[in-house]
């Protein structure tokens, strides 16, 4: 499937755009079971990779205790954890990171939350008069050499103490 071709309200687009904190979109890969012979055909989503970081994540319905039935995004990976959907996962983190935005969260069963940063990206500075340096700092997904010295791990996954108050690492 083709994120940049989603219809820009559609769950593919959300999913793309949630995604592209970890990899650019050219290198994150959407697979469906659906037979799609238009762009417009819906479908589902199936399976994601995300190769330069090696990650994959395999969509699953589960029923939760409250009878309602779920989509979630389950990581290949990491044992037992999923995207997190909801809003204060997310703000929970942000209050954690601060400014730093290259991140997604997961989540057991057990609601505990987890931030997963990838580590293919060079982190530079950002000079916009040649003069001074900045404390603006911006990431380099395409820097091959950086990307080739990686090794195997390519991505950081912090577990968020219980009192929400902190990383462990």
């Given at each position: 499937l083709n994120i940049n071709?989603?219809?820009p309200a559609s769950l593919l687009k959300r999913i793309g755009m949630l995604l592209s904190r970890l990899d650019n979109l050219a290198h994150i890969l959407v697979w469906s079971k659906?037979?799609?012979?238009?762009?417009?055909d819906s479908s589902s989503i199936d399976m994601i990779e995300l190769p330069r970081v090696n990650?994959?994540?395999?969509?699953?319905?589960?029923?939760?205790?409250?009878g309602k039935t779920e989509h979630r995004l389950y990581s290949n990976d990491h044992n037992g954890l999923y995207i997190a959907s909801s809003t204060e996962a997310r703000e929970v983190v942000e209050?954690?990171?601060?400014?730093?935005s290259h991140f997604i969260v997961l989540q057991n069963s057990d609601n505990d939350l987890f931030v997963l940063m990838p580590g293919c990206a060079l982190p530079r500075?950002?000079?916009t008069d040649g003069t001074a340096l900045s404390v603006q700092v911006i990431l380099d997904r395409r820097?091959?050499?950086?990307?080739?010295?990686?090794?195997?791990?390519?991505?950081?996954?912090?577990?968020?103490?219980?009192?929400q108050g902190k990383l462990i690492t």
């Open positions: 071709s989603a219809p659906s037979n799609v012979n238009r762009p417009e990650l994959s994540f395999k969509a699953k319905k589960v029923d939760t205790i409250d209050k954690l990171l601060g400014s730093i500075r950002l000079n820097n091959k050499e950086w990307i080739d010295n990686m090794g195997e791990v390519r991505c950081y996954l912090y577990p968020v103490h219980n009192s």
